[in-house]
């Protein structure tokens, strides 16, 4: 596996593989690296024929009381990870390789950015979209690797593909969880034994829902209220959203018959975490 720092490298390296036929799957990520992050790099190896993988913290997606500063980082760690699945390439650039002192431009999906984790995260989303279109522009990909777990992202980065005629295929891959169905994140290594154990009720009101919705109950609102009652068992954890909207949209939906994500973000201790599912079409 190549570790590429220079982001004229990486382009050059993907132009190279363009010009022999090859097409290219990329995974975006930040690095500290777990089985939802290699769950990618494996559909990737399935898809492409050069696997791409980038890690770099990007300081413009984070708040400044949020976590940048303390967020995981173990390149030693996650290039062996890489390098066992196979990876082509890492590009690893540097804050300052992605974000020249004279850069100005930004790239904003408007009225998506604003919902779900953009309404608790202001700016989250400008930066997410910003970083992710240099990547492309950078990497040059064919298909470009995301998880459910970031639905939110998925539907915004969906988008600004669609929005601004990136040549490229964005693939959804499942979430990954623990045995007790937490899903698999980076910031999850900040919980405490006891937290980690709270945090499982993110995946249990989730599972409410679903079980309510295979019974029968189409009524959002109704489906909400059953999936707080399960919330409130955890009572240490601060909710911050629980919603059922439109995959595409990130609108809120008062009937789920024709599918809906539901999604919930709440923080243990003093760490945001993240989950949802997809209900299927029920008519």
């Given at each position: 596996?190549?570790?590429?720092?220079?982001?004229?490298?990486?382009?050059?390296?993907?132009?190279?593989?363009?010009?022999?036929?090859?097409?290219?799957?990329?995974?975006?990520?930040?690095?500290?690296?777990h089985?939802?992050?290699?769950?990618?790099?494996r559909?990737?190896?399935?898809?492409?024929?050069?696997?791409?993988?980038?890690?770099?913290?990007?300081?413009?997606?984070?708040?400044?009381?949020e976590?940048?500063?303390?967020?995981?980082?173990s390149?030693?760690?996650?290039?062996?990870?890489?390098?066992?699945?196979?990876?082509?390439?890492?590009?690893?650039?540097?804050?300052?390789?992605?974000?020249?002192?004279?850069?100005?431009?930004?790239?904003?999906?408007?009225?998506?950015?604003?919902?779900?984790?953009?309404?608790?995260r202001?700016?989250?989303?400008?930066?997410?979209?910003?970083?992710?279109?240099?990547?492309?522009?950078?990497?040059?990909?064919?298909?470009?690797?995301?998880?459910?777990?970031?639905?939110?992202?998925?539907?915004?980065?969906?988008?600004?593909?669609?929005?601004?005629?990136?040549?490229?295929?964005?693939?959804?891959?499942?979430?990954?969880?623990?045995?007790?169905?937490?899903?698999?994140?980076?910031?999850?290594?900040?919980?405490?034994?006891?937290?980690?154990?709270?945090?499982?009720?993110?995946?249990?009101?989730?599972?409410?829902?679903?079980?309510?919705?295979?019974?029968?109950?189409?009524?959002?609102?109704?489906?909400?209220?059953?999936?707080?009652?399960?919330?409130?068992?955890?009572?240490?954890?601060?909710?911050?959203?629980?919603e059922?909207?439109?995959?595409?949209?990130?609108?809120?939906?008062?009937?789920?018959?024709?599918?809906?994500?539901?999604?919930?973000?709440?923080?243990?201790?003093?760490?945001?975490l993240?989950?949802?599912?997809?209900?299927?079409?029920?008519?």
């Amino acid at each position: 596996m190549r570790i590429v720092s220079s982001a004229a490298e990486m382009t050059a390296l993907s132009k190279s593989a363009h010009r022999a036929g090859k097409s290219i799957g990329f995974v975006p990520t930040m690095g500290a690296l777990h089985q939802g992050h290699l769950s990618l790099v494996r559909a990737a190896r399935d898809q492409a024929d050069v696997v791409v993988v980038s890690i770099f913290v990007n300081p413009a997606q984070f708040g400044p009381t949020e976590d940048f500063a303390k967020y995981p980082r173990s390149l030693k760690t996650d290039s062996a990870m890489l390098e066992a699945e196979n990876s082509d390439h890492l590009f690893y650039p540097s804050v300052e390789e992605m974000y020249p002192k004279d850069a100005d431009t930004w790239v904003t999906v408007e009225a998506l950015s604003q919902k779900l984790d953009g309404q608790s995260r202001p700016g989250h989303f400008r930066g997410v979209t910003t970083v992710v279109a240099k990547l492309f522009n950078i990497v040059q990909p064919d298909f470009a690797f995301f998880g459910q777990k970031d639905a939110a992202q998925v539907a915004i980065v969906t988008k600004m593909t669609r929005d601004l005629n990136f040549d490229v295929q964005i693939v959804v891959c499942p979430i990954v969880r623990e045995a007790d169905g937490l899903a698999m994140s980076s910031r999850n290594a900040y919980l405490s034994a006891a937290q980690r154990r709270q945090a499982t009720v993110l995946s249990r009101s989730l599972t409410r829902v679903q079980s309510l919705a295979k019974q029968g109950e189409h009524d959002a609102a109704t489906l909400i209220a059953a999936a707080r009652q399960v919330m409130a068992e955890e009572p240490s954890i601060k909710l911050d959203y629980f919603e059922i909207v439109s995959p595409t949209t990130l609108d809120p939906v008062s009937d789920i018959s024709n599918g809906a994500l539901v999604a919930v973000a709440a923080y243990v201790g003093t760490t945001r975490l993240i989950d949802n599912l997809l209900l299927p079409t029920s008519r």
